[in-house]
C-alpha cells in the first residue's frame, strides 16, 4: 500500500501505544468496551474518510472560496456532501459520552483521528471542528434543555456551531466588547451588537447554526467580570426541536484571508431588524451558565480550541514535510560535491546534505509538535478517568502549563517546517500547482488565532507558572526530570541528551524564578514571547527524549530515524535557549524601552 502523504500511520501507532500506552486506558470503566481494535478501526476510518473526501477537495475549496450572493453564503458542494459523510461515522462524537451518542474514546485517539483531517483539509475541518468544540461546552455547562435542543442536533451533524467572541473594535480585548443583552420576561434576552472573524459563522451547510455569543448585560460589572454567555441560533427552535423563524443575525459580510479560504469568516450583525423574531427587536439567546460568568464558560471551549489549534499546525506541518520528503525521493537535481564528471547522472535531491538538513528540521518539528499534542491528549484522559485526586490533579496541572505551549510551539515551528517544504520543492513549491504553498498559508493563521503568540507567552509567564504556587511548574520540572533520569539509568547517548535536558530543565526553572522577582508587572512581560519560545523549546527537548527512550532497542528505519530526529533536535535546536535564557534572566528592557515615535 502506498504510503499516506497526510500523515504516519506506523508514527501514530508508536506514539499512541509504544510511547503513552494508550491501551492501558481499556482498564478503565470509561473505555472498558473498546479494544486496540476498535481504537485501530477508528483511526483506519478517519484515515479513510480524509484521503477520500476531505483531501480531493482541499485545493479547490482554497481556489473556489465562499462568497456573499444575495445575503447568502454559497461555496463548492463537495463541502456539504463531505461533512454530510463524517457526520455518518459518527466521529463527531467520539470522545464524548454515550448518553449523549458518544462512543467515548480516549481523547487522545480522538486528537489522533482528527488530525488526518486537519492535514487533508484544514479549511473544511473548521465546521465539524467548532460544532465539537461548541458541543461540549453545553455539555459541561448548559441546562438539558440546551443539551436536547441544540447538542444532540449538533452530534447528529444537522446543526452548525460557532464560538462568537471578537468585535470589530475589540479582538483579543474582550474586556472592551459592546454587545450587549437585554434580559426578557420570558427570560431570554435579546442581543444588540456586532461580531467579527467568526469563523463558520454563515453557510448551507446544516439546518442551523448555533452561535455561543459573548455579551454584556446592562447594569454588570465592567470589563472581563460583566461577561456573560449565551446561544443564540441562526434559527430559533421550539420546544419540539423543530426549527422555526429566522433569528435577527445577519450577515453582513465575509473576510477574505490568506489562507483557511474553504471556511467562511464573517462579520455579523445582531439585533438591526433585519428579523424581528417574535415581532420584537434583537437576536434571541439564551443565557449559558450564570450571568458575568461567560469568559469562565467559555474558555472551556477555549482552552480545548487551543489544543485543537496545536493539532492543526503539527498536521500541516507533517504533511509539508512528507510531501517535500517524496518530492526529494523523487526530484533529480545536481551532483554532489566532489562529481567531477559533468556527464555524471543526476541525483535525487535527497542526495545532498543541505535538502537533508531541512528534512530532519521539519521531521524535528512536525513529529514533536504531533507526539506534543498527543500527550496533551492523554493529559485530558487522566484529568477525566485517573483513579485518584492526587493523579487526576497532576495531569489537571501539567495540562494547564503545556496548554500555551501545545498552541504556540506547533503553530510557530510548523509554520516555519511548512517554509522549509517550499524551499525543498525550490521554484515550484512557491507554485498553486504545488500543496507546500497552500499549506503555508493555512498554517500561518494558526499563530493568530485562539489567542496570538504574545497572549500565550503573557498566559504562560504571568499565570500558568506561577499559579498555586507553582504547582504547575512544579508539575512539569517533575516529568521532565524523571524522563532525565531514566536516561541517565539507560546510559550511553540517552544518559548524554537526559544530561542536556536536565541542565536546560534547571535553567528554565532558575530563570523564571529570576523573572517574577522583578517588581514591575510590564517588565516581567515584556519578554514573556521569548520565555514561551525557551520554554517551548525545553518541553520539546524532552518530548523527543521520551521518543528516543521509547524506541528502545529497536533499530528498524523508523526507529533510526526517530532518534537522529531527537538528536538534531538536541544539537540544532534545543541550544538556541541558552540566548534566551540569558536575556530572560537579564531583564532585558530592550523592548520595553523603545519610544513608539522612534520607529
Known amino acids: ?9 506506523r508514527d501514530l501507532d508508536f506514539l499512541l501505544y509504544d510511547w503513552l500506552g494508550t491501551e492501558s486506558l481499556l482498564d478503565r470503566e470509561r473505555f472498558a468496551e473498546h479494544s486496540r481494535d476498535t481504537f485501530d478501526a477508528v483511526l483506519d476510518l478517519a484515515a479513510e474518510v480524509a484521503a477520500e473526501q476531505f483531501a480531493p477537495y ?45 462512543m467515548q474514546l480516549p481523547y487522545a485517539v480522538s486528537t489522533a483521528c482528527f488530525a488526518w483531517f486537519q492535514a487533508a483539509n484544514v479549511g473544511m475541518w473548521s465546521y465539524p471542528s467548532l460544532t465539537m468544540g461548541n458541543a461540549a461546552l453545553l455539555l459541561a455547562h448548559g441546562t438539558p434543555d440546551q443539551v436536547e435542543r441544540y447538542v444532540r442536533p449538533m452530534l447528529e451533524g444537522r446543526f452548525h456551531g460557532t464560538m462568537c467572541l471578537s468585535e470589530p473594535q475589540a479582538g483579543s480585548s474582550l474586556a472592551d466588547i459592546t454587545t450587549r443583552a437585554e434580559p426578557q420576561p420570558d427570560g431570554t434576552y435579546r442581543l444588540f451588537g456586532n461580531k467579527m472573524w467568526i469563523s463558520a459563522g454563515d453557510h448551507e451547510l446544516g439546518d442551523n447554526i448555533v452561535h455561543l455569543v459573548l455579551a454584556k448585560v446592562p447594569g454588570g460589572p465592567p470589563g472581563v467580570r460583566g461577561i456573560s454567555l449565551f446561544t443564540v441560533p441562526k434559527y430559533l427552535v421550539g420546544d419540539d426541536g423543530a426549527v422555526g423563524e429566522r433569528n435577527d443575525v445577519a450577515l453582513a459580510g465575509l473576510n477574505h484571508k490568506m489562507g483557511f479560504r474553504g471556511t467562511t ?42 489544543i485543537g489549534v496545536g493539532s492543526g499546525a503539527a498536521a500541516l506541518g507533517y504533511t509539508g514535510y512528507l510531501k517535500s520528503l517524496e518530492y526529494a525521493r523523487t526530484r533529480t537535481q545536481g551532483r554532489v560535491p566532489g562529481s567531477k564528471d559533468p556527464a555524471a547522472p543526476m541525483v535525487p535531491l535527497v542526495e545532498h546534505a543541505d535538502v537533508r538538513r531541512m528534512l530532519l528540521a521539519q521531521k524535528s518539528y512536525a513529529e514533536g509538535a504531533l507526539a506534543l499534542v498527543l500527550y496533551c491528549g492523554r493529559l485530558v484522559d487522566e484529568e477525566r478517568t485517573a483513579a ?74 504571568g499565570r500558568k507558572v506561577v499559579m498555586a504556587d507553582g504547582a504547575g511548574l512544579d508539575a512539569l520540572r517533575g516529568v521532565v526530570a524523571a524522563t532525565a533520569a531514566r536516561a541517565a539509568a539507560e546510559g550511553g547517548e540517552a544518559a548524554e541528551l537526559g544530561a542536556r535536558l536536565g541542565a536546560t530543565l534547571d535553567r528554565l526553572v532558575e530563570v523564571t524564578a529570576r523573572v517574577h522577582e522583578v517588581p514591575e508587572a510590564d ?5 514573556a514571547s521569548l520565555y514561551l519560545e525557551a520554554a517551548g523549546h525545553t518541553v520539546l527537548a524532552w518530548i523527543w527524549l521520551e ?20 538528536r538534531y533536535f538536541f544539537r540544532h535546536e534545543l541550544p538556541r535557549t541558552g540566548p534566551q535564557f540569558d536575556l530572560l534572566a537579564a531583564a532585558d528592557r530592550t523592548t520595553l524601552d523603545t519610544d513608539p515615535g522612534w520607529f
Open 58 to 102: 482541499n485545493k479547490a475549496g482554497d481556489a473556489d472560496e465562499p462568497r456573499m450572493v444575495d445575503g447568502r453564503v454559497e461555496m463548492i458542494p463537495e463541502v456539504r456532501r463531505a461533512l454530510g459523510l463524517f457526520a455518518k461515522t459518527g466521529l463527531i462524537a467520539s470522545s464524548m459520552d454515550a448518553e449523549v451518542g458518544g
Open 388 to 461: 485518584t485526586e492526587a493523579e487526576r490533579l497532576r495531569a489537571r496541572l501539567l495540562l494547564e502549563v503545556l496548554t500555551p505551549i501545545a498552541k504556540s510551539w506547533p503553530s510557530q515551528w510548523c509554520v516555519t517546517a511548512n517554509d522549509l517544504a517550499i524551499q525543498v520543492h525550490g521554484g515550484y513549491g512557491y507554485t498553486r500547482e504545488y500543496d507546500v504553498e497552500q499549506h503555508y498559508r493555512d498554517n500561518r493563521l494558526n499563530p493568530i488565532h485562539e489567542g496570538t503568540h504574545g497572549i500565550q507567552g503573557v498566559d504562560l509567564l
Open 523 to 527: 517588565a516581567r512581560l515584556a519578554n
Open 265 to 306: 469568516n464573517t462579520l455579523l450583525n445582531l439585533g438591526e431588524g433585519r428579523w424581528t423574531p417574535g415581532g420584537a427587536p434583537g437576536a434571541v439567546g439564551q443565557l449559558v451558565g450564570a450571568e458575568n460568568q461567560g469568559l469562565a464558560c467559555m474558555f472551556h471551549m477555549m482552552n480545548e480550541a487551543r
Open 547 to 566: 521518543q528516543f527512550l521509547a524506541c528502545g532497542t529497536a533499530d528498524e528505519p523508523f526507529h533510526r530515524g526517530k532518534r537522529q530526529a531527537a
Open 1 to 9: 500500500m502506498t504510503p499516506s502523504l497526510l500523515l504516519s500511520r
